[in-house]
């Protein structure tokens, strides 16, 4: 027990909390700040105008008449009226889900940090898709799991490619990190061939399928996607309210199963009891007689959006550079030819204008380089239309 | 890769969410179930009546009025004027803290669980206080740490004999969990002279203090007592509203340091990314110009109600119980004579009416039966002096 004065001044952190360290959001900060006029195309967000803020306005005015009560601990799981609202919703996309194995959480981040803590012990493998959503990676690498991606193309998940990785792994995944509809960050969707593939191999094998839909509803062409969920009622679902109404309000949603509800209740409520009641009633009545057709509105809006993204991308775009077609969701990917970089490229892209994120924080090894993540939501068709050429300019200039 | 259909039918969960298994508060739902009639004095909640629900129902209709932006994703920190009105609070009980080292939480129980993940990993010693809090137990065993128990006594944590401890642990422990002022469960409070020693140790010794006080500002006998913090600035303050305003509000905070304050930032903001924004903000408008006087308020309601229980268990108890003093706070802890055990005794104390948390809940090892946490803030005076009655029958009746 004999330590030095400089040992003594920091406090010993852990191990676990270094993957949190490396985050894509400080730099855009800095780049924000490097070029304030420059336009952010890396976010996950509806745009401000869309919000119903009224609408949630009057939705908390009416929560608040519940009175005291509501002001006390309680409804561990959530709001019962609001978990019924969702547990109808699923049933639109085929997964018919007790509310009773619904669990309200601090939008679908929590989800997937509760998920973590209810599987991963130390050292165990977590499969996910490359590229994926780089927040999940953070949280797994904090749980000490090991990160195995799985490759994705424009089908989604390539669930041969899985088949072999699993032959290949010293032991057992506890489970897949997926998000099979409108993927983040590739935008593309998940081949109803391949989804029934991966649940078969994830009962065979005996892993679990943890899939995340925060923009399943956001469909453009047809009818929305039938959710991993509706083919095997032991998939963990993480849902959110945040692409659909607003993040700032944080209210997602865990549906599990009778199997595992009482795991994601104890973590939930060991770890900070439940969510805010005000904000989980003031949902449900936004929500209720409203949601679907404030959904139809918005998709119409992005999806005007995209095609002005694909029509810049096309127009703009040299030889050689490649994009996905989303079907739905806030992303597309777009990917250059062998020996471009854009982390390399991004202050450059920066001082033309456009802010977009680059792949390499999508991949659990970082080792992918060549692609970007742009979001078509958040922008009117003009400043996209304008920025695919601020694009064009900056891959020139390479 | 062979499995049975056995062992592939059951998700396997992960060691760390096992401690959340056992909790106290399904026992006390059967307990309730058992007698609807009977009264629980086990809680750690202001009573619905002492609720300012009108004053936070304005104040969340003025945090309506910053519009669609704080919708979005933003503030991780939590709303800075809300932690500015903390930070002038904390220097009230003598602690002078940057507001940008304060961290809005999800309740003080998300700060607990954020500070196990800042420090521990599997296998590091955590000292708490014997008895503790037992839902910080469940998170620092969730961590996978080593707790051990440091006794106290009607002056607070012994810290003589933390120095013994310290000398016989195998290695330097991470952090000492203490709630030095109306301490949960006993309601004692941490002598100045031992506040001084303990400060000194810990900074002899290498480990960090993590000091929650939910209860601090609910002093009844003379000025709120300096904090720990107010000694040693890189203590780590776990503070919240849920005492003094509302529990269902969700609304804490963690203050810690310029060196650590990163390290929270990013564990936060990895795990569900920032507080929901408009509760955030309406316990700002709500706190501002009103909460001083309502905490004075509730003191006066908690002195007469612990008055009460005090001549209660003075006029009823036979020889051989003891009991605590608290000046401040929700909580009194009884102790019975050798023999008696308070698990065992519960049951027929519910069938007579009485409610209380049986004392082995909040040991490490759960060693300790024969001692209650009593709650004393949340019944009328009439109420509790029946309640002690029928406490004293149930002694009787062994």
Same mark, same amino acid.
């Given at each position: 027990m004999?330590?030095?004065?400089?040992e003594?001044?920091?406090?010993a952190?852990?191990?676990?909390?270094?993957?949190?360290v490396?985050?894509?959001?400080p730099?855009?900060?800095?780049?924000e700040?490097?070029?304030?006029?420059?336009?952010?195309?890396?976010?996950?967000?509806?745009?401000?105008?869309?919000?119903?803020v009224?609408?949630?306005?009057?939705g908390?005015?009416r929560?608040?008449e519940d009175?005291?009560?509501?002001?006390?601990?309680?409804?561990?799981?959530?709001y019962?009226?609001?978990?019924?609202?969702?547990?109808?919703r699923?049933?639109?996309?085929?997964?018919?889900?007790?509310?009773?194995?619904?669990?309200?959480?601090?939008?679908?981040?929590?989800?997937i940090?509760?998920?973590?803590?209810?599987?991963?012990d130390?050292?165990?493998?977590?499969?996910?898709?490359?590229?994926?959503?780089m927040?999940?990676?953070?949280?797994?690498k904090?749980?000490?799991?090991?990160?195995?991606?799985v490759?994705?193309?424009?089908?989604?998940?390539q669930?041969?490619?899985?088949?072999?990785?699993?032959?290949?792994?010293?032991?057992?995944?506890?489970?897949?990190?997926?998000?099979?509809?409108?993927?983040?960050?590739?935008?593309v /969707?998940?081949?109803?061939? $391949? &989804? =029934?593939?991966?649940?078969? #191999?994830?009962?065979?094998?005996g892993?679990?399928? !943890?899939?995340?839909?925060?923009?399943?509803d956001?469909?453009?062409?047809?009818?929305?996607?039938?959710?991993?969920?509706?083919?095997?009622?032991?998939v963990?679902?993480?849902?959110?309210f945040?692409k659909?109404?607003?993040?700032?309000?944080?209210?997602?949603?865990?549906?599990?199963?009778p199997r595992?509800?009482?795991?994601?209740?104890?973590?939930?409520?060991?770890?900070?009891?439940?969510?805010?009641?005000?904000?989980?009633?003031?949902?449900?009545h936004?929500?209720?007689?409203f949601?679907d057709?404030?959904?139809?509105? /918005?998709?119409?809006?992005? $999806? &005007? =959006?995209?095609?002005?993204? #694909?029509a810049?991308?096309?127009?703009?775009?040299? !030889?050689?550079?490649h994009?996905?077609?989303?079907?739905?969701?806030f992303?597309?990917?777009?990917?250059?030819?062998?020996?471009?970089?854009?982390?390399?490229?991004?202050?450059d892209?920066?001082?033309?204008?456009?802010?977009?994120?680059?792949?390499s924080?999508?991949?659990?090894?970082?080792?992918?380089?060549?692609?970007?993540r742009?979001?078509?939501?958040?922008?009117?068709?003009e400043?996209?239309?304008?920025?695919?050429r601020?694009?064009?300019?900056?891959?020139?200039?390479?």
């Open positions: 004999t330590e030095t004065a400089q003594q001044a920091a406090p952190t852990s191990r676990r909390i270094e993957p949190f490396a985050s894509v959001w730099w855009v900060h800095d780049l700040e490097r070029n304030p006029e420059a336009v952010f195309f890396g976010g996950g967000v509806p745009p401000t105008d869309v919000i119903p009224d609408r949630l306005r009057h908390s005015e929560a608040w009175g005291a009560d509501i002001l006390l601990y309680g409804e561990v799981r959530g019962r009226p609001l978990r019924e609202l969702i547990a109808a699923m049933l639109t996309r085929g997964a018919n889900v007790d509310p009773a194995d619904i669990l309200i959480t601090n939008g679908a981040q929590q989800g940090d509760l998920a973590a803590r209810v599987f991963v130390p050292g165990d493998i977590v499969l996910t898709e490359a590229p994926t959503f927040d999940a990676l953070r949280v797994f904090s749980h000490e799991a090991e990160t195995v991606g490759p994705v193309d424009e089908f989604g998940l669930v041969d490619v899985l088949e072999t990785i699993l032959d290949q792994l010293p032991k057992r995944p506890k489970f897949l990190y997926t998000v099979p509809t409108y993927q983040n960050p590739m935008g /969707t998940m081949s109803a061939a $391949r &989804r =029934r593939a991966l649940v078969d #191999l994830s009962q065979e094998r892993f679990v399928i !943890v899939e995340d839909d925060p923009y399943g956001l469909s453009f062409d047809g009818a929305p996607v039938p959710t991993l969920k509706s083919l095997d009622p032991d963990v679902y993480l849902g959110t945040s659909i109404l607003a993040p700032g309000l944080r209210v997602g949603w865990v549906a599990s199963s595992l509800r009482e795991s994601f209740f104890n973590v939930k409520e060991g770890t900070d009891i439940h969510n805010e009641r005000i904000m989980t009633r003031a949902v449900f936004a929500s209720q007689g949601l057709d404030h959904i139809a509105a /918005t998709r119409e809006i992005y $999806r &005007r =959006r995209r095609d002005a993204m #694909l810049g991308l096309a127009r703009e775009m040299p !030889v050689g550079v994009w996905t077609t989303p079907n739905g969701g992303f597309l990917w777009v990917t250059l030819p062998e020996g471009y970089d854009t982390d390399a490229m991004l202050s892209a920066t001082d033309r204008g456009i802010i977009y994120l680059p792949s924080w999508f991949y659990p090894d970082r080792s992918w380089n060549r692609s970007m742009l979001n078509f939501s958040s922008q009117p068709e400043r996209i239309t304008e920025a695919m601020r694009l064009a300019e900056t891959i020139a200039a390479v």
